[in-house]
């Protein structure tokens, strides 16, 4: 009994080592990395996962600061601590002094880019005030050390292409202006049970579409899904995989599914943490070895389960990290999920903590630099030679 059970280590070894040395990956091989628990194991994929991430993006992890400009949503997506029915919650809405304030902090401090998030509005007043915000942002933030002004990414979900037009626009610098709209699950039904609450919602085709009007609009498009989601299976994660690559995406933005009491699934309950941490970074790792030269950033959602999360993300190929630069006094109303990491903490520190992830890998920190990935470079160099 014993020998057969060591011979189907070794078995599964040698599958092992035949996947990783593959330069490409059935379904079957996707499934079985995102499976793996051994330590040996895992070590071996991180391995092979880091190694792809300096061929084909470099040793550099790039910082986005994260500004969380508003909790107010006019979704309900039930996983969400900030959806609208959540009444327990003060709404706040950051001025653009303060905005245009956080952006020159992380300017001066050598992060080349931000990210404005936000809950979902479409509203005229919302859509105008973020480009008055961009233009300040542009205009105040043009350098000897920035010329092009501070690299921008929003991820303030859905809107009408005219909108990702004049946000473009009011950018100033079209050519570095990142969106990410995570797509959470490619499995339909899934999405449908996850945006299944009272009232206006999502769907997955109109998220898909925004991600193609992104496209179009010249931004560097991001996505992304949350990991152990309740009653996902490892087969939607390989789904969902082979839809980044369908989509053709330029970046990835990937974390574990935490629960919260804002939220209203709580009674399906969260997965095992330490399981839920090998399994989102084993999908960090298998994005990476799958999608090649995307840019893949560690969630802070990965602090929750272990202090040094996002740490061991960039050792499982990610190279983005996104310090939370909003103030602590709203910090803590933009909880998505229960135990959110540093609410208390301001910008300073957050970025002290950051710069320790990385200081403890083997990577570098990329300061004042955009950080475009490689795919996107290459789709411009593709789209002019047309
Ligand atoms: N509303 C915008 C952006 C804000 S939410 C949008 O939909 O694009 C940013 C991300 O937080 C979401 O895409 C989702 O993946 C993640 N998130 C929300 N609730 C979460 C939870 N309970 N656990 C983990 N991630 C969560």
Excluded at 25 to 48: N, P, Q, T
Excluded at 277 to 302: C, E, F, P
Excluded at 346 to 352: D, F, I, N, Q, T
Aim: charged share 25%.
């Amino acid at each position: 009994m014993k020998l057969w059970w060591s011979m189907e280590l070794e078995n599964g070894r040698k599958n092992l080592d035949r996947i990783l040395s593959s330069g490409s990956f059935s379904d079957g091989d996707i499934v079985y990395l995102l499976s793996l628990r051994e330590e040996k194991e895992v070590r071996a994929l991180a391995k092979r996962a880091f190694d792809e991430t300096t061929r084909q993006v470099g040793e550099n992890v790039y910082f986005r600061g994260l500004i969380e400009v508003s909790n107010i949503c006019t979704l309900n997506c039930r996983y969400c601590g900030i959806r609208r029915a959540n009444h327990a919650l003060n709404r706040y809405e950051m001025k653009k002094e303060e905005i245009v304030e956080l952006a020159l902090w992380a300017a001066n401090h050598g992060l080349g880019n931000i990210c404005l998030q936000s809950g979902e509005r479409q509203d005229e007043k919302f859509v105008d005030f973020i480009s008055e915000c961009l233009k300040e942002i542009h205009r105040k933030t043009v350098s000897e050390r920035l010329p092009n002004g501070l690299g921008i990414t929003l991820s303030l979900g859905d809107q009408e292409k005219n909108v990702y037009e004049r946000w473009a626009e009011a950018s100033g610098n079209q050519q570095q202006l990142r969106y990410l709209a995570r797509f959470e699950t490619s499995n339909e039904r899934l999405f449908d049970f996850l945006h299944s609450a009272k009232g206006k919602s999502k769907t997955l085709d109109r998220r898909l579409r925004a991600l193609k009007d992104l496209r179009k609009c010249g931004y560097q498009v991001g996505t992304g899904v949350m990991i152990g989601i309740p009653g996902q299976t490892l087969e939607d994660l390989c789904a969902d995989i082979r839809l980044f690559e369908e989509l053709g995406i330029d970046m990835l933005g990937m974390g574990p599914y935490l629960r919260s009491d804002g939220g209203e699934l709580l009674k399906y309950g969260q997965m095992e943490p330490r399981e839920l941490l090998q399994l989102s970074l084993n999908m960090i790792a298998v994005a990476r070895l799958v999608l090649k030269d995307v840019n893949i950033a560690a969630a802070t959602a990965l602090d929750v389960l272990d202090s040094n999360g996002r740490a061991k993300a960039i050792n499982f190929g990610a190279n983005v990290l996104m310090p939370n630069l909003t103030q602590a006094k709203y910090k803590s109303g933009y909880q998505l999920y229960d135990h959110k990491p540093s609410v208390e903490k301001e910008a300073s520190s957050v970025l002290e903590k950051v710069v320790q992830d990385v200081l403890g890998s083997h990577r570098k920190i990329a300061w004042n630099l955009s950080g475009s990935s490689p795919h996107w470079r290459k789709r411009q160099i593709s789209n002019s030679g047309r």
